[in-house]
């Protein structure tokens, strides 16, 4: 057999991070694989967003968040894989998981917590021939940089959380932004829709969905949008500088899982649990997106705590007698050498 591992985390979003970071604090051997090139999952998604409902944390940019998150997961030096996608979970005789991956690799874990939040995520396109030729210039499905958008023209297409998202982030860069929604009324949160309502740079298109784009001289960029309005079968004709599309993302979650080892799902897709990350399955835990219970808090911050419960049973159902929560970080002998090295660079400076 190859390495064992305590614990095997699959996927290195916030929770699988978290994950890994614990259970390093928590004395467990520990493994993380990550489908993707990068550590970080959706939060990069939204690298110059600011988030501000961290707790203790003041508000700070998307990607140095996730930077954070990687440093803190790497505190105790935990086997790190990226760009590997887990394919296969069985049980062999000897009550040991083997983690079969895309590139026909067996990885062994006394447990395992699923943190694969969303799958692998991809955005859905824009359905409209030849769109794809804009990508690499004005069409984007993510943002990276905000700078690109200063005094500009934008539609953004969405009416969900990650569209008027990025609505608001652009009210004090863009020069006009148009927001164009296929249905009736905005899905979004309600103070980030009001905060756009105040602004006069802002036009609503409601039950308006994009048709046609035209192209430049050079057929590099787009320059105009075709609109249809569905309630009057109006169309429309807007000069644009870019466009930013937000119709939600598409999941691939094909992991399987042995016979004997299936979990309960809720709608075809989230782990079925308990707030202990407990799943169906005897030592298989998860945290985070990927995981259903009653009183679960879908937000960020929820995907700590997640964590936390999931390394926590995890600890306990290899090792039974171990506390059932680990110390806290104040206390914890783990950190005093940290902390006395933290200190002197501190009294340096």
Do not use: C
Not at 32 to 46: D, F, T, W
Not at 66 to 88: G, R, S, W
Not at 119 to 126: C, E, F, T
Not at 129 to 151: D, I, R, W
């Amino acid at each position: 057999m190859s390495e064992l591992f305590d614990v095997t985390i699959i996927g290195g979003g916030p929770a699988g991070l978290y994950s890994t970071f614990y259970s390093g604090l928590r004395n467990m051997k520990t493994k993380l694989i990550e489908s993707q090139a990068q550590l970080g999952g959706k939060v990069l998604l939204y690298p110059e967003k600011m988030i501000w409902d961290a707790g203790g944390q003041p508000p700070i940019l998307a990607h140095k968040f996730a930077e954070q998150l990687i440093n803190q997961a790497k505190t105790f030096h935990p086997t790190i894989l990226t760009n590997t996608k887990v394919d296969f979970i069985e049980k062999d005789s000897n009550n040991v998981f083997v983690i079969t991956t895309n590139d026909g690799s067996k990885h062994y874990s006394k447990s395992i917590i699923m943190a694969n939040g969303g799958g692998i995520i991809n955005p859905q396109k824009l359905e409209i021939e030849g769109a794809e030729k804009y990508e690499m210039t004005n069409l984007h499905y993510t943002v990276q940089s905000l700078k690109p958008f200063h005094n500009k023209r934008v539609l953004v297409s969405g009416g969900g959380n990650g569209a008027i998202d990025w609505a608001v982030e652009l009210l004090d860069i863009a020069e006009e932004i148009i927001v164009a929604y296929r249905k009736d009324q905005l899905s979004a949160h309600e103070a980030q829709v009001v905060r756009l309502q105040e602004s006069k740079k802002v036009t609503f298109l409601l039950n308006t969905t994009i048709e046609r784009l035209i192209a430049n001289k050079e057929k590099t960029k787009v320059k105009q949008v075709v609109l249809k309005k569905h309630d009057t079968d109006q169309t429309l004709l807007h000069g644009i500088d870019h466009i930013i599309v937000s119709h939600g993302y598409n999941r691939d979650a094909s992991l399987e899982f042995a016979n004997n080892s299936a979990l309960k799902l809720k709608d075809n897709y989230y782990y079925e649990g308990t707030a202990t990350g407990k799943t169906s399955q005897e030592g298989i835990f998860a945290a985070g997106d990927i995981l259903s219970y009653e009183g679960k808090v879908n937000l960020l911050v929820g995907a700590f705590q997640d964590a936390v419960n999931a390394v926590n049973s995890a600890k306990t159902y290899i090792e039974p007698t171990a506390d059932k929560i680990g110390m806290v970080s104040s206390h914890n002998e783990k950190f005093q050498e940290k902390n006395r090295q933290l200190i002197k660079q501190m009294l340096v400076q």
